[in-house]
């Protein structure tokens, strides 16, 4: 099974930028797609953006122009730049990867 390691998390002011890295354990990384993932309690665990192995990018609706998604293929990471935060983007952020989840990271955009 495949190790993720979440890191980046944290509390933002709105308007502020934060970066999500996700790294895998694992010797097959390459050809594989990952993804970002977003979870309030009480709500079922939302889509954020994807990334195949070509470095196509796709976004949830709601952080289209405001997050990218991007991978660095060396160093088996996957990151997420969050520009122009809102208070509605706190959550906790998962990255996902052929089956596997990682820990969570919390993300908080407060005043």
């Known amino acids: 099974q495949v190790q993720l390691v979440e890191s980046g998390g944290g509390l933002v002011q709105p308007g502020g930028s934060l970066r999500l890295s996700c790294a895998a354990s694992?010797?097959?990384?390459?050809?594989?797609?990952m993804a970002w993932y977003r979870q309030t309690p009480g709500k079922e665990r939302e889509l954020v953006a994807t990334?195949?192995?070509?470095?196509?990018?796709k976004y949830g609706d709601s952080v289209k122009g405001r997050f990218t998604i991007s991978r660095d293929n060396a160093k088996k990471t996957v990151y997420l730049q969050m520009d122009s935060l809102k208070p509605e983007d706190t959550a906790v952020y998962y990255c996902?990867?052929?089956?596997?989840w990682g820990q969570g990271t919390q993300v908080t955009v407060s005043s």
């Open positions: 694992t010797n097959f990384f390459v050809g594989y797609a």
């Open positions: 996902f990867f052929r089956g596997s």
């Open positions: 990334i195949t192995s070509n470095r196509s990018a």
